[in-house]
């Protein structure tokens, strides 16, 4: 007699109206699997891809979500595996005709006595971390900055405690660019918001070469960066330094430049420390990486709660990827606070059709090969697990790329879908705390703001257990239900955001670069 019992076949179906459901099973399932309902298994369906749970006839819907995901190409028998190869993707929504705020969602209860311990600003932004950032005006300067930062912390950030660490806001812009096309404005506005982000405490500083295109007045100019200390004293005179003025002789002249000036900010940063502040303080972004099957059932729907949670308790939460929810365009328009935020959404939707037709590409070009393999046949069926991470409240506004968000609530942040591109729009809307979901896995991180990644699956949080902060595939096996996750996952938040607990990214100091959104042309 075997020592081992033999694995009971699960699936999972989104909706009683879907003729496909995912196959949840660790491995997938072979050919001949037997369900408690007698349905058997035609072929070896792998874990998170779709089987067909009754006949489906060549040319009719396939149903995921209660939405169709695509047409059947050929008749496809119940018990198959239903892969992309065998979908029509539909057409892609029309922009005309939507449902306009039309949802009528009431808000929910108000969620009170929830609070973190932050520093505050004197703009009353709050941050989660206490950082000195150095902007960069162009790329040219990032090698010198970067040798800068390693002796900024060797030498001085040891004797300041209450400091968590120095970042170069090093990026791939700046020169060799058409500065004066329309849309050079998403890049500079980016990065000028980014300079501002509450983790930063106001303490503004910035290494330009020189002969850039962006010189430092354009990226900040006078009275748009309101530079105060932690005593909200009077505005103080932009802190730049110029790799190419005269006064410098030599690279180590440059360093000593950009030492000398940290110094100066490490010090006012220090006197900060962290203060109890409602939860409402928080800016959270959310966003899905590697996304599998399961984002949209375990992963993304835990967020979605927390993100109710959230907003209960006062606090931003901003939602993103334009590609990834412009399949249920009429959903987000529908939930809108009136008619004119669902006008804004549409406008930016708008906005970026056209911008992927002047690239001879359309929204199928999202969906990765890692998608793909983790079961996600098409963007339509992707769109529709990314959407849930907005939870259920009414969306109060729309923040276009490079801008700051200046409300609480629901936010729609329009951003592409680019993990990296996306985190740092986030970063310039305001961004102090970041929730990541992943199904295939990433070690994606941000230096200035903490990441909190949230596998969809038990096995990858296992396997992944030092880089995974949370394992949401606990809810698929029934260990947790999505309620229990949520509140899960925003207690952590606001430990996090306490400093009371590191992410793994923080732990391992694992950070991606800033990937400035740049429309324009390059010259």
């Not at 902007?135 to 390693?150: H, L, S």
Request: with cysteine; net charge negative.
């Amino acid at each position: 007699m075997s020592d081992t019992l033999p694995i009971r076949p699960h699936r999972i179906a989104m909706h009683a109206d879907d003729n496909v459901a995912i196959v949840a099973n660790d491995g997938g399932l072979p050919a001949g699997t037997v369900f408690a309902d007698g349905l058997t298994l035609r072929d070896k369906v792998p874990q998170g891809h779709k089987l067909s749970l009754v006949d489906i006839a060549q040319g009719a819907p396939v149903r995921r979500y209660n939405v169709v995901i695509g047409t059947a190409l050929r008749d496809i028998p119940a018990g198959s595996w239903v892969h992309e190869r065998l979908l029509q993707m539909p057409q892609a929504r029309s922009l005309e005709g939507l449902p306009m705020a039309t949802a009528g969602a009431q808000p929910l209860p108000p969620l009170d006595g929830h609070t973190f311990e932050g520093f505050r600003n004197a703009d009353g932004s709050v941050g989660t971390r206490n950082i000195l950032a150095i902007t960069t005006t162009v790329q040219c300067v990032a090698g010198v900055v970067d040798f800068a930062v390693r002796r900024i912390k060797d030498e001085l950030l040891p004797r300041f405690p209450n400091v968590d660490d120095v970042v170069g806001l090093e990026h791939g812009y700046g020169c060799g660019v058409a500065i004066d096309a329309p849309d050079a404005v998403i890049p500079i506005r980016t990065l000028r918001n980014i300079s501002l982000n509450p983790n930063f405490g106001g303490e503004v500083m910035v290494v330009s070469l020189g002969c850039e295109k962006l010189q430092p007045e354009r990226l900040l100019p006078s009275g748009v960066i309101p530079i105060r200390d932690q005593r909200g004293e009077p505005e103080q005179p932009l802190d730049v330094v110029c790799l190419q003025d005269a006064g410098h002789v030599g690279f180590m002249s440059m360093i000593d430049s950009i030492v000398r000036q940290a110094q100066l900010h490490l010090e006012r940063l220090n006197r900060r420390t962290r203060q109890t502040c409602p939860a409402s303080d928080l800016v959270v972004g959310v966003q899905c990486g590697g996304s599998d099957a399961f984002s949209g059932v375990t992963a993304n729907p835990a967020v979605g709660f927390a993100t109710d949670l959230l907003v209960r308790a006062g606090a931003t939460v901003m939602f993103s990827e334009v590609t990834e929810v412009r399949d249920g365009i009429d959903q987000l328009t529908a939930r809108a606070v009136n008619p004119e935020v669902a006008q804004a959404m549409v406008r930016e939707m708008d906005w970026y059709d056209r911008y992927l037709e002047r690239g001879q590409v359309d929204r199928s070009a999202n969906t990765t090969p890692g998608n793909k393999a983790g079961g996600l046949s098409n963007i339509v069926e992707k769109a529709m697990g990314s959407i849930i991470k907005s939870g259920s409240v009414p969306i109060v506004g729309v923040v276009p790329p490079g801008e700051r968000a200046t409300q609480k609530g629901l936010l729609y942040a329009a951003t592409p879908a680019s993990d990296f591109i996306c985190g740092t729009l986030q970063l310039a809307a305001g961004m102090n705390l970041h929730i990541f979901t992943t199904g295939r896995g990433t070690p994606y991180g941000l230096a200035p703001v903490p990441v909190i990644k949230v596998a969809t699956r038990s096995d990858l949080a296992r396997r992944w257990h030092d880089l995974m902060d949370l394992d949401a595939g606990r809810i698929a096996t029934g260990e947790m239900t999505i309620e229990q996750m949520g509140w899960e996952l925003f207690r952590l938040m606001l430990d996090v955001a306490s400093g009371k607990k590191k992410t793994w990214a923080e732990h391992w100091k694992l950070h991606n670069a800033l990937v400035l959104f740049n429309p324009a042309p390059v010259t």
